[in-house]
């Protein structure tokens, strides 16, 4: 079982930055795969970023591919996406989620069984 909590949203303009930290209870984190995700109000959650279990392996969406970045710290138990460049269209809630899966870097949202509550990310143009 992990349990995952959200920081760092918040408001900023367009073309600024923020930096989104997921902190994961359990000694095990550095097994699993972690993910981000958003939602925008009225759309489905969407894929950001991921990073394997030992951090040399991501993966990016194509809108945020060059802007945004997904790392880990396993001795902290955290996981962060650093998010430059931003636009109107990244406001959204933010999900972190973790994945078991060890091969690869999952991108679908049922690889992931383990959820944060979220942190609203809002971008003014």
């Known amino acids: 079982q992990v349990q995952l909590v959200e920081s760092g949203g918040g408001l900023v303009q367009a073309g600024g930055s923020l930096r989104l930290s997921c902190a994961a209870s359990?000694?095990?984190?550095?097994?699993?795969?972690m993910g981000w995700f958003r939602q925008a109000p009225g759309k489905e959650r969407e894929f950001v970023a991921a990073i394997n279990w030992s951090g040399d392996n991501t993966y990016y969406a194509d809108s945020v591919k060059g802007r945004f970045t997904i790392s880990r710290d396993n001795a902290k138990n955290t996981v962060y996406l650093q998010m430059n460049t931003l636009k109107p269209e990244d406001t959204a809630v933010y999900y972190c989620?973790?994945?078991?899966?060890?091969?690869?870097?999952?991108?679908?949202?049922?690889?992931?069984?383990?959820w944060g509550q979220g942190t609203q990310v809002t971008v003014s143009s």
């Open positions: 989620a973790a994945s078991p899966i060890r091969l690869g870097v999952p991108v679908s949202p049922t690889d992931y069984p383990y």
């Open positions: 359990g000694r095990t984190f550095s097994s699993y795969a």
